[in-house]
């Protein structure tokens, strides 16, 4: 048995496929590399010592993702494939609805087909809109500010719905804080393309010396030091908690919305001086206007995810930032000086 995972040279879900085959699972990897490389796969072999099947294709392509289904003996998916940038979701919204709603449907109807009917599916936190926190599973969703995030809230639409309809499916949908960090051996990390719009990697190219200064967006919230607060999760910690959500689908016959964080924040000046000591150096930043649809805070109740799933974050914002530090200093450009 397999689990495929979409969207597994990504951010997420390479450091969820490091997890999956620590634990001796089976994986295949599907992805169109849109917004990753293979390299980050290669890396994923090298970290584990096991090899498993890649395929470059859409999830939009659906006789491509038959094919797929066809030669493996899948009997679970993990989907993270999607756009994910908040910003260019509000400037191209039929490009993030056809992307993110249609490829998801595709997968479903192929999924259907070939009788698989359990999956895991990458939310956010942000189905959540302007809530109070913290942020607990049964409180309200929909109210989002953005395609992005509609995108999201919609797709929970669709497997509630799957789900109202056959019982016989299991889904899992982990609602996402904040993913920073990278794993340990540095190999991989967060690789976003041109200038970073969050926080994280946005510092670790200041302290590398790509960007000059960071710009703090605006510092008269009403949190401890006026500066945003959010739950920031070390990815190596998200990715164990897919490894157990895989368990959670496999063993019962559910639809569960999951929040995956730590259960506190930090806010941005937190963040930028628990950095500068892990890398020794001043973090160059200045104070600016509020970014717009920016809450002063956000944190998740983490206590579902503890009960259903065993889960429970332990790697902390020292290690979230060392971590991101190895990672960012090691390959100063992402995994762009692997290509040929
Ligand atoms: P990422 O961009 O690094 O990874 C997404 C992967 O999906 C990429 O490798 C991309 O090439 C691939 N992809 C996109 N569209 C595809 C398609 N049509 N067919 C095949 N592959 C496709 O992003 P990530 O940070 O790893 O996020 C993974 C998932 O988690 C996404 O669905 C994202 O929306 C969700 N999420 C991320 C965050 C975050 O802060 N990183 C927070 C909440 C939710
Ligand atoms: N921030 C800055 N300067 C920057 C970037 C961010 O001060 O250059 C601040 C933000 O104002 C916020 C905090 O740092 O207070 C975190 O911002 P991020 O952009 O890193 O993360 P967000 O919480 O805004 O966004 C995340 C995910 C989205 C998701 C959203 C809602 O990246 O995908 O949470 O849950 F939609």
Redesign the pocket.
Same mark, same amino acid.
């Given at each position: 048995m397999a689990i495929l995972v #979409?969207?597994?040279?990504? +951010? *997420?879900?390479s450091h969820t496929c490091v997890e999956l085959l620590n634990a001796k699972e089976e994986i295949v990897v599907?992805? %169109?590399?849109? &917004? /990753?490389l293979p390299e980050a796969l290669d890396r994923v072999r090298q970290i584990t010592g096991r090899d498993f099947r890649q395929y470059q294709?859409? *999830?939009?392509d659906r006789e491509g993702l038959c094919r797929i289904f066809q030669d493996n003996d899948i009997d679970t998916v993990i989907h +993270?494939?999607?756009? !994910?940038a908040v910003g260019e979701s509000c400037e191209v919204p039929l490009k993030y609805y056809d %992307?993110n709603m249609i490829?998801t449907i595709i997968l479903l109807e192929v999924m259907k087909d070939f009788g698989v009917k359990r999956m895991v599916f /990458? /939310? /956010?936190? #942000?189905v959540y809109g302007d809530n109070i926190v913290p942020y607990v599973e049964t409180l309200s969703t929909g109210n989002v500010t953005n395609p992005?995030g509609r995108t !999201?809230y919609f797709i929970e639409c669709i497997l509630k719905d799957i789900y109202g309809a056959d019982h016989n499916w299991s889904i899992a949908l982990l609602r996402?804080f &904040?993913?920073i960090g990278a794993h340990e051996s540095g190999l991989i990390g967060?690789n976003p393309n041109g200038i970073p719009s &969050?926080l994280m990697p946005y510092v670790a190219q200041v302290a590398v010396g790509k960007l000059k200064e960071l710009v703090v967006f605006g510092d008269d919230y009403s949190t401890a030091d006026g500066t945003g607060v959010r739950d920031y999760i070390h990815v190596t910690d998200l990715a164990i908690g897919h490894v157990k959500a895989v368990d959670y689908v496999r063993n019962h016959r559910c639809l569960e919305a999951i929040n995956l964080g730590s259960g506190r924040g930090y806010s941005v000046l937190e963040v930028i001086h628990a950095f500068e000591k892990v890398c020794g150096k001043k973090i160059h930043y200045r104070v600016g206007p509020r970014r717009p649809g920016d809450l002063p805070i956000i944190y998740a109740d983490a206590k579902k995810a503890e009960r259903l799933l065993g889960f429970k974050t332990t790697r902390d914002l020292d290690k979230m930032c060392k971590d991101t530090w190895n990672w960012q200093s090691k390959n100063p450009n992402g995994y762009e000086q692997e290509k040929k």
């Open positions: #979409t969207g597994g040279a990504g +951010f *997420i879900g599907v992805d %169109n590399y849109d &917004n /990753s294709c859409d *999830i939009r +993270f494939a999607g756009l !994910k %992307n490829g /990458s /939310s /956010s936190a #942000t992005y !999201k996402y &904040n993913p967060e &969050n």
